[in-house]
């Protein structure tokens, strides 16, 4: 794909943010956008900034967690603008804690959104996609918390983890459609992504407030920390100028913080000591 201009563009989490940021780049571009989110509020929000920077976007509720609304509102983006061509699976939330303190429920709700939704995504659009033989584009959105490990985020990063490894494989599974792929993996831009915690089952649990109190206290630190460096973090403005810059060139992985460079390094140093390792026992060296 080298250009967006007149290409219908699907965007989740799309009322604020990265999604909201990609929909004014996308718009500007002259691409045909829908907006999608949760909150109505937001969206109106959006449509109505937009609409004062002179950009028309359409906009629709959409709560990924569930298929069938994926489905309505993918139904509603053909009666918008007759096919799609762009899916940007970016809606996310993040959960916190260490393990033996989560609530179930609460990893259930994590993986509903983060991981399920980008799978309900795809498996609704691909199809649409493939229907009209012109080609597109998925972009999903992952994380550095999807190639690095932190502390009392387990659920995030499997989540997370879950997106890139996903989104490895369609990119070979759709390569034959022309349908390309990326997945976007930032670290700390600044969005609200650290309120959404607030919208996981436990919240307002009476039955839960003495395991969460001692979860939060156990976390509290880590989660300052995280929510500083997310307020001093990049401009959505500038991750999404950029994704668009990669999704044009059709490149992969999509990332916006060089000075993780060197921590993936080290992982892969990591690793391949320990290839090294069992590649000196000779148990292992046995060829069929």
């Known amino acids: 794909m080298n250009s967006v201009e007149n290409k219908v563009v699907f965007i989740t989490g799309g009322g604020s943010g990265i999604g909201l940021a990609l929909g004014r780049q996308l718009a500007e ?116 918390a999807g190639h690095l490990a932190a502390p009392a985020m387990s659920p995030y990063n499997a989540t997370k983890y879950a997106v890139v490894g996903y989104s490895e494989t369609i990119k070979q599974d759709l390569e034959r459609d022309n349908i390309g792929v990326s997945v976007l993996c930032p670290a700390w831009v600044r969005t609200d992504i650290y309120n959404t915690e607030r919208n996981k089952p436990s919240v307002g649990s009476e039955s839960l407030g003495i ?38 060139a059709n490149r992969f992985y999509i990332f916006t913080h060089p000075k993780m460079r060197e921590m993936m390094a080290q992982r892969f140093r990591l690793l391949d000591t320990e290839f090294s390792t069992v590649g000196q026992d000779k148990r292992f060296l046995k060829t069929d």
């Open 211 to 248: 395991e969460r109190e001692e979860q939060d206290a156990s976390t509290s630190g880590i989660w300052k920390q995280a929510v500083e460096a997310i307020e001093s973090g990049l401009d959505p403005n500038l991750v999404a100028e950029w994704t668009i810059e990669c999704m044009l």
């Open 29 to 144: 571009r002259k691409a045909k956008v829908v907006l999608a989110d949760l909150d109505l509020q937001r969206l109106a929000q959006a449509k109505r900034l937009l609409s004062e920077q002179g950009l028309v976007v359409e906009t629709i509720y959409c709560d990924v967690a569930d298929s069938d609304s994926i489905k309505e509102a993918a139904l509603a983006t053909i009666d918008f603008f007759g096919k799609v061509h762009i899916l940007v699976n970016n809606a996310g939330v993040t959960l916190t804690g260490k393990p033996g303190q989560i609530p179930l429920n609460d990893w259930r709700w994590i993986v509903d959104i983060n991981l399920m939704g980008v799978v309900y995504g795809v498996e609704t659009f691909v199809p649409l996609i493939q229907s009209h033989a012109e080609g597109g584009y998925i972009i999903n959105t992952a994380s550095m």
